[in-house]
């Protein structure tokens, strides 16, 4: 019996070890992905089963316990598993083998919140969440509170369900690119899209967000900005979407929504926009434009300004409806695509009453509303290896909006041949006059017309089209004479062609002077010659040592030259015609005034020209110069010309011009000057107000005077910038950092500002009693108020009239992660007042942009 009991006990220790052995085993095989299952049939066919895991689980922890029974494993404290491209790191972990789940929870404080979380990494990206559930075998996976980050986007969402790797669905999540929540300097971001449904979608080259109803938080305060959908990149590529808006009100036109639109990418080399202006009292415009480049060869762009501006009350006299129109065209070639062919446009075409009637606001904080001329042109350069020639075709149209008329040349082509030395010896150097004479020449064809708007294209404007042809040959040499002189001898000659000549008569009846454009092939020769001498003298003068003012140094350079050119207005030539004007003089007259091709000088030339520069400097002390001296400017220029023609008959002597030009205090304050004076006197008649020149030389009379003064000012002007860092030690933390604090706990920081005012005072007199002058000073700044507030404006004010011309005011706040900018216009025919708040970060310049749309040239807003 007991042999029996011993028998039994022996075999079920047997059956209890082999058991845990297979057990074991089982269990060893499924974490390491090597179960197969074998089903031997009749047939004696093997099949395999599908292994439930594609690879290696890797696992480690602190604390690591197996349930076999219930195929559970357990991890604790600094858990990580590892399965393919995800890896998964937290305080707890547990995997449920049979279904193939994977929990995973962020380390708990005492009170049960999460205080770590789960750091999930897939594809070298990682996700934030409290909690993880991953299904290893369908990919898919629910977190709870997920943090997904993306360049500089992040998205927190209460729940969050992975589909596959490319597509996550999430409930309740808020977007935002505040940098500082990003790298979790802050709890709280500044800003934040909230929407309750967000789809991600993650593609090969760039991820976008595609949401639900969406409102607009700042600083955890709800806005009223709501939009039913959105679609936000989510990637440092070009993406697709909504173009933020402006608002505001102008006087004549009402509240507007203004830049509202959307951005489309397409392609590599394409991206197109569409933005709208709306109004409340019916005014409206669409502005599409579409950007082209491709690298190293050439970029651009295609754009529009169309709509319709509407003022007053229908039915009302101050009623009006104003249709408008722009069309660009930039295109610009880079240098390196082809160096011996290049193409360039510069197209601007507007409605003649365009700046006029605008909605587009930018013309009026930019002042392009005050334009008068808008000009556009083409250009096709041509060059040759092996030939000095240079081949230039051109087209251009100008619009006039004052006079109402256009100026269309089309097509204009330009032949230039490398300028090339006549007397070149074969070998040395070039010597003398003979071997120095340069020849320059070219030959322009040009067809040109002027025209009223509504003429362009019609019989009308075929009828006053002008072509002409147009030769010049320049000859000229030089040479050194006694060491110190240049001396210079040119000659210019002058061939012209052109379809078109002129003839003038006096109308007694109309009392009006009468040009009459005849159709016929005409043309010219012209020709001149010239000589220089010039030189240049140095003093100076040396003082005392010890003497606040060390040296002062003037530079002189003078220059004499001789200029001829024979009388065609005598008959041989024929170039000139008489006609017998209001009082019956004989008055003679250019059969080629107002052609293309220009016209010959009357009389004849032989006049002394000179011209005198001078440059004044001096040296002063200075304890601020490391060599205890620096340079003063006292003079950068100051030319004086005239001249004397001794083949004239009357008034041999030219009116004398000086101009000059410095800078003073440190090169801050810019002198532009210029000064005409008439030698001879000029009579009025009682009651009239124009004069006549008389042969009375030495009553010296200003005809012209000029000066402009520009003078920028910062903060620097009363110092050097305090060091506020070696100053003060303690500095403010987050949302802070620009700020340092004294001891008493007062705030400091760096207080910015520019000033830079300019004035100009013209005043022209010519043959006039009492001349017109023009006096102006503008004013435009900037004022940093605290590390986050900036005032700036510009204003215009004319002491003649006494009046603002223009001024504009304007305020901007850094919140971070976006700026607040207000811009007001409260005087002169448009007053407006701008409000907008954009978002500044890169990762969203394209879709929610908010800087001004505008083409990449000056003055030329879209």
Same mark, same amino acid.
């Given at each position: 019996?007991?042999?029996?009991?011993?028998?039994?006990?022996?075999?079920?220790?047997?059956?209890?070890?082999?058991?845990?052995?297979?057990?074991?085993?089982?269990?060893?095989?499924?974490?390491?992905?090597?179960?197969?299952?074998?089903?031997?049939?009749?047939?004696?066919?093997?099949?395999?089963?599908?292994?439930?895991?594609?690879?290696?689980?890797?696992?480690?922890?602190?604390?690591?316990? +197996?349930?076999?029974?219930?195929?559970?494993?357990?991890?604790?404290?600094?858990?990580?598993?590892?399965?393919?491209?995800?890896?998964?790191?937290?305080?707890?972990?547990?995997?449920?083998?049979?279904?193939?789940?994977?929990?995973?929870?962020?380390?708990?404080?005492?009170?049960?919140?999460?205080?770590?979380?789960?750091?999930?990494?897939?594809?070298?990206?990682?996700?934030?969440?409290?909690?993880?559930?991953?299904?290893?075998?369908?990919?898919?996976?629910?977190?709870?509170?997920?943090?997904?980050?993306?360049?500089?986007?992040?998205?927190?969402?209460?729940?969050?369900?992975?589909?596959?790797?490319?597509?996550?669905?999430?409930?309740?999540?808020?977007?935002?690119?505040?940098?500082?929540?990003?790298?979790?300097?802050?709890?709280?971001?500044?800003?934040?899209?909230?929407?309750?449904?967000?789809?991600? =979608?993650?593609?090969?080259?760039?991820?976008?967000?595609?949401?639900?109803?969406?409102?607009?938080?700042?600083?955890?305060?709800?806005?009223?900005?709501?939009?039913?959908?959105?679609?936000?990149?989510?990637?440092?590529?070009?993406?697709?979407?909504?173009?933020?808006?402006?608002?505001?009100?102008?006087?004549?036109?009402?509240?507007?929504?203004?830049?509202?639109?959307?951005?489309?990418?397409?392609?590599?080399?394409?991206?197109?926009?569409?933005?709208?202006?709306?109004?409340?009292?019916?005014?409206?415009?669409?502005?599409?434009?579409?950007?082209?480049?491709?690298?190293?060869?050439?970029?651009?762009?295609?754009?529009?300004?169309?709509?319709?501006?509407?003022?007053? =009350?229908?039915?009302?006299?101050?009623?009006?409806?104003?249709?408008?129109?722009?069309?660009?065209?930039?295109?610009?070639?880079?240098?390196?695509?082809?160096?011996?062919?290049?193409?360039?446009?510069?197209?601007?075409?507007?409605?003649?009453?365009?700046?006029?009637?605008?909605?587009?606001? +930018?013309?009026?904080?930019?002042?392009?509303?005050?334009n008068t001329q808008q000009n556009s042109s083409l250009s096709l350069t041509k060059r040759f290896l092996t030939l000095p020639i240079t081949l230039t075709g051109t087209a251009s149209y100008s619009q006039n909006f004052s006079t109402g008329l256009s100026d269309l040349r089309l097509p204009q082509l330009n032949v230039s041949v490398n300028q090339f030395y006549l007397l070149k010896p074969k070998t040395g150097t070039r010597e003398g006059l003979l071997e120095n004479i340069t020849v320059n020449t070219g030959l322009n064809l040009t067809n040109y017309v002027s025209a009223k708007g509504s003429e362009m294209f019609k019989k009308e404007m075929w009828e006053k089209l002008q072509t002409g042809v147009k030769n010049n040959i320049s000859l000229g040499t030089n040479t050194t004479v006694a060491k110190y002189f240049t001396f210079s001898i040119g000659a210019n000659i002058d061939n012209a062609l052109t379809t078109k000549s002129l003839t003038r008569t006096y109308n007694p009846i109309t009392n009006l002077v009468e040009d009459v454009t005849v159709s016929n092939v005409t043309g010219y020769s012209y020709f001149s010659t010239n000589t220089s001498l010039q030189t240049t003298l140095y003093g100076s003068k040396q003082?005392?040592?010890?003497?606040?003012?060390?040296?002062?140094?003037?530079?002189?350079?003078?220059?004499?030259?001789?200029?001829?050119?024979?009388?065609?207005?005598?008959?041989?030539?024929?170039?000139?015609?008489?006609?017998?004007?209001?009082?019956?003089?004989?008055?003679?007259?250019?059969?080629?005034?107002?052609?293309?091709?220009?016209?010959?000088?009357?009389?004849?030339?032989?006049?002394?020209?000179?011209?005198?520069?001078?440059?004044?400097?001096?040296?002063?002390?200075?304890?601020?110069?490391?060599?205890?001296?620096?340079?003063?400017?006292?003079?950068?220029?100051?030319?004086? &010309?005239?001249?004397?023609?001794?083949?004239?008959?009357?008034?041999?002597?030219?009116?004398?011009?000086?101009?000059?030009?410095?800078?003073?205090?440190?090169?801050?304050?810019? =002198?532009?000057?210029?000064?005409?004076?008439?030698?001879?006197?000029?009579?009025?008649?009682?009651?009239?107000?124009?004069?006549?020149?008389?042969?009375?030389?030495?009553?010296?009379?200003?005809?012209?005077?000029?000066?402009?003064?520009?003078?920028?000012?910062?903060?620097?002007?009363?110092?050097?910038?305090?060091?506020?860092?070696?100053?003060?030690?303690?500095?403010?933390?987050?949302?802070?950092?620009?700020?340092?604090?004294?001891?008493? +706990?007062?705030?400091?920081?760096?207080?910015?500002?520019?000033?830079?005012?300019?004035?100009?005072?013209?005043? &022209?007199?010519?043959?006039?009693?009492?001349?017109?002058?023009?006096?102006?000073?503008?004013?435009?700044?900037?004022?940093?108020?605290?590390?986050?507030?900036?005032?700036?404006?510009?204003?215009?004010?004319?002491?003649?009239?006494?009046?603002?011309?223009?001024?504009?005011?304007?305020?901007?706040?850094?919140?971070?992660?976006?700026?607040?900018?207000?811009?007001?216009?409260?005087?002169?025919?448009?007053?407006?007042?701008?409000?907008?708040?954009?978002?500044?970060?890169?990762?969203?310049?394209?879709?929610?942009?908010?800087?001004?749309?505008?083409?990449?040239?000056?003055?030329?807003?879209?």
């Amino acid at each position: 019996m007991s042999k029996t009991g011993f028998k039994n006990i022996l075999q079920f220790l047997i059956i209890l070890i082999f058991n845990s052995f297979l057990a074991q085993f089982s269990a060893q095989n499924l974490s390491e992905n090597k179960i197969v299952s074998d089903t031997v049939r009749k047939s004696d066919t093997v099949v395999v089963q599908k292994e439930q895991l594609e690879d290696v689980v890797q696992s480690k922890a602190e604390n690591i316990r +197996n349930d076999i029974p219930k195929k559970m494993t357990y991890l604790n404290q600094k858990a990580q598993v590892i399965y393919q491209d995800m890896q998964i790191d937290a305080d707890y972990i547990n995997i449920d083998w049979e279904k193939g789940f994977i929990f995973a929870r962020g380390k708990q404080d005492s009170l049960g919140k999460i205080i770590e979380p789960v750091v999930t990494t897939q594809a070298g990206k990682k996700y934030e969440t409290d909690e993880f559930n991953y299904n290893y075998r369908t990919k898919q996976a629910i977190a709870y509170n997920a943090r997904t980050e993306e360049s500089e986007g992040v998205i927190v969402a209460q729940k969050t369900k992975k589909y596959n790797d490319s597509v996550f669905f999430m409930r309740r999540g808020l977007y935002t690119t505040d940098e500082y929540f990003i790298k979790k300097k802050d709890t709280l971001s500044d800003y934040y899209l909230l929407a309750p449904h967000i789809k991600l =979608i993650k593609g090969k080259n760039k991820s976008q967000v595609v949401t639900g109803p969406v409102q607009l938080f700042i600083e955890q305060v709800p806005t009223p900005l709501i939009m039913p959908f959105a679609i936000l990149p989510f990637s440092d590529k070009r993406s697709a979407g909504i173009l933020i808006p402006r608002f505001g009100e102008r006087q004549d036109v009402g509240f507007y929504l203004g830049g509202l639109g959307y951005y489309q990418p397409i392609g590599d080399h394409f991206d197109i926009k569409i933005l709208a202006d709306i109004y409340t009292k019916g005014s409206w415009g669409v502005r599409p434009e579409l950007n082209y480049v491709k690298k190293y060869r050439y970029s651009g762009n295609f754009a529009a300004d169309i709509g319709t501006t509407v003022r007053g =009350i229908k039915g009302l006299d101050d009623y009006s409806k104003t249709g408008t129109y722009r069309i660009a065209w930039r295109h610009t070639q880079d240098t390196k695509a082809n160096p011996f062919l290049n193409f360039s446009a510069s197209v601007d075409i507007v409605s003649t009453k365009f700046y006029n009637n605008t909605i587009n606001n +930018n013309y009026i904080f930019n002042q392009n509303v005050l334009n008068t001329q808008q000009n556009s042109s083409l250009s096709l350069t041509k060059r040759f290896l092996t030939l000095p020639i240079t081949l230039t075709g051109t087209a251009s149209y100008s619009q006039n909006f004052s006079t109402g008329l256009s100026d269309l040349r089309l097509p204009q082509l330009n032949v230039s041949v490398n300028q090339f030395y006549l007397l070149k010896p074969k070998t040395g150097t070039r010597e003398g006059l003979l071997e120095n004479i340069t020849v320059n020449t070219g030959l322009n064809l040009t067809n040109y017309v002027s025209a009223k708007g509504s003429e362009m294209f019609k019989k009308e404007m075929w009828e006053k089209l002008q072509t002409g042809v147009k030769n010049n040959i320049s000859l000229g040499t030089n040479t050194t004479v006694a060491k110190y002189f240049t001396f210079s001898i040119g000659a210019n000659i002058d061939n012209a062609l052109t379809t078109k000549s002129l003839t003038r008569t006096y109308n007694p009846i109309t009392n009006l002077v009468e040009d009459v454009t005849v159709s016929n092939v005409t043309g010219y020769s012209y020709f001149s010659t010239n000589t220089s001498l010039q030189t240049t003298l140095y003093g100076s003068k040396q003082f005392k040592k010890g003497a606040m003012i060390q040296a002062i140094r003037h530079v002189v350079t003078p220059s004499f030259g001789f200029s001829y050119s024979p009388d065609f207005s005598s008959r041989g030539f024929g170039y000139f015609r008489n006609y017998y004007d209001a009082l019956g003089v004989l008055t003679p007259y250019s059969i080629f005034d107002g052609g293309i091709v220009g016209s010959p000088t009357s009389g004849m030339v032989g006049a002394l020209g000179f011209s005198i520069g001078n440059n004044i400097e001096m040296k002063v002390r200075s304890k601020s110069d490391s060599t205890g001296v620096k340079k003063v400017k006292i003079f950068e220029s100051l030319n004086l &010309t005239g001249g004397y023609n001794f083949a004239a008959k009357d008034h041999p002597w030219s009116i004398f011009n000086v101009r000059g030009q410095t800078s003073l205090f440190k090169d801050k304050l810019n =002198i532009n000057t210029s000064l005409a004076v008439d030698p001879y006197q000029v009579l009025f008649a009682p009651g009239e107000d124009t004069g006549i020149r008389t042969e009375n030389f030495g009553h010296f009379n200003i005809q012209g005077f000029n000066v402009q003064l520009s003078y920028p000012l910062t903060e620097a002007i009363f110092g050097e910038k305090e060091d506020l860092s070696k100053t003060y030690r303690s500095k403010g933390e987050i949302r802070n950092e620009n700020y340092y604090f004294d001891d008493d +706990n007062y705030a400091k920081f760096d207080q910015a500002w520019t000033l830079n005012i300019n004035a100009n005072y013209s005043y &022209t007199k010519t043959l006039t009693r009492f001349g017109s002058q023009i006096a102006s000073v503008g004013l435009d700044g900037s004022l940093k108020l605290t590390p986050f507030w900036n005032i700036n404006g510009s204003t215009h004010y004319d002491m003649v009239s006494k009046e603002l011309a223009y001024a504009r005011i304007g305020f901007s706040r850094d919140q971070r992660s976006f700026t607040i900018n207000f811009n007001w216009v409260p005087f002169g025919q448009y007053k407006v007042y701008d409000f907008f708040i954009g978002i500044k970060a890169n990762i969203l310049k394209d879709a929610l942009k908010y800087q001004d749309r505008s083409f990449t040239q000056p003055n030329a807003p879209f």
